[in-house]
């Protein structure tokens, strides 16, 4: 499986081509392994472009928006892929379907539902599309991918402004190849401005990360060799969607607690952006340096750092630009992540922990 050969072997792949792959040999006795259990086959795994957006909503009006802007969202951009995505996964009962039409799936008004449903604890939902998965490579990381999740935790009813409201964290992250990226970077900034600004989002980031296959339902299988990948590139990201929700060591956080660390590409608005000072800090800081982009977003500014996403070796040492955006960002940023939030079974000692994750999230300091 996931031996200390194929993951160094990965490694110097990766340090010439971010898009390199990995293949991985199927398991004799699955039932031995829990972290791997889906791998009963060769699989081919990969990193790929990522971008990840994260918005709450407080009321019922957000809501309905949502449950009709979220399939939209996705569609478009299985259309900016030349309709790459030909599987669902249902994320309540963890099969992979094919034949899924989006008129259907729209019609389940997924958000609506879920605003009227009564929790008493954290409750998730999620769904992801991607290649349908063949029987020789069931646990395959696709190529081109888009995922949603729905977070009630760790209450559907929680203190906003002053008053006692339902809050609902939701995000979006799709993956591309790197290289696909470089090729259709204008036509995808297009779409993924145009949604951070109808979704009012929260928190955006983008980067490079490790794909999770389809079939895949939790970050959990994955974890102890993309735990040391970390530890090897500065600029590979930790992607872990529902993070976000139970952030700084505590189960109790949501999007307004802080941000990640970025490694390419991030949003900066609303509290975040008075956290760093306001826009002219950004400005002064950033639009007389050529290495980033600025662009406005809702209130505040998206930024792209070094031109394109970088694995940065860690042998090359910390990289200048992302070392001058993370000072830049720092009173907004998160102390802890809790990267170990859906992990089940044994812990082992080669995962990232919360302690580890403040590490990571100070790499640049």
């Excluded at 929790?119 to 999620?126: A, R």
């Excluded at 600025?294 to 070796?313: C, F, K, Q, S």
Aim: charged share 25%; glycine share 8%; proline share 5%.
């Amino acid at each position: 499986m996931f031996t200390e050969k194929i993951i160094d072997e990965w490694i110097t792949l990766l340090k010439e081509d971010p898009d390199a792959t990995v293949m991985v040999p199927a398991m004799m006795k699955p039932e031995e392994d829990y972290w791997h259990q889906y791998l009963t086959s060769d699989s081919v795994l990969r990193m790929g472009f990522y971008a990840t957006m994260y918005w709450e909503i407080t009321t019922e009006a957000q809501s309905d928006f949502m449950a009709h802007a979220l399939p939209d969202m996705i569609q478009a951009f299985n259309q900016l892929t030349g309709n790459q995505l030909t599987g669902l996964l249902d994320g309540e009962t963890g099969t992979v379907l094919e034949d899924w039409n989006w008129g259907k799936w729209r019609n389940q008004r997924i958000l609506r539902d879920l605003w009227g449903k009564k929790t008493s604890g954290s409750d998730v939902f999620f769904s992801s599309f991607g290649y349908k998965p063949d029987e020789q490579h069931q646990a395959a990381s696709p190529e081109f991918k888009a995922e949603f999740g729905i977070d009630f935790s760790p209450s559907p009813f929680v203190s906003y402004d002053g008053k006692s409201v339902r809050k609902i964290m939701g995000y979006l992250t799709v993956y591309t190849p790197v290289k696909w990226w470089q090729v259709h970077r204008s036509a995808f900034e297009t779409w993924w401005l145009e949604w951070l600004n109808k979704t009012q989002s929260e928190q955006a980031y983008t980067g490079i990360a490790y794909i999770l296959p389809l079939n895949f339902d939790h970050q959990g299988h994955i974890l102890p060799f993309n735990s040391k990948l970390m530890y090897e590139f500065y600029g590979l990201d930790w992607n872990d969607a529902f993070e976000m929700s139970t952030a700084n060591d505590s189960p109790h956080m949501h999007l307004t607690g802080g941000m990640k660390t970025p490694t390419f590409g991030v949003l900066i608005c609303k509290q975040h952006l008075e956290k760093v000072g306001g826009k002219k800090i950004i400005e002064d800081a950033l639009k007389n340096d050529n290495r980033f982009r600025l662009i406005p977003v809702l209130d505040g500014y998206w930024i792209e750092a070094g031109g394109e996403p970088n694995l940065y070796p860690r042998e090359n040492g910390r990289p200048d630009v992302l070392v001058k955006l993370y000072h830049l960002l720092k009173p907004a940023l998160l102390e802890y992540l809790w990267v170990v939030g859906e992990q089940r079974g044994s812990i082992e000692e080669n995962v990232m922990k919360p302690s580890d994750s403040k590490n990571w999230l100070q790499r640049f300091e």
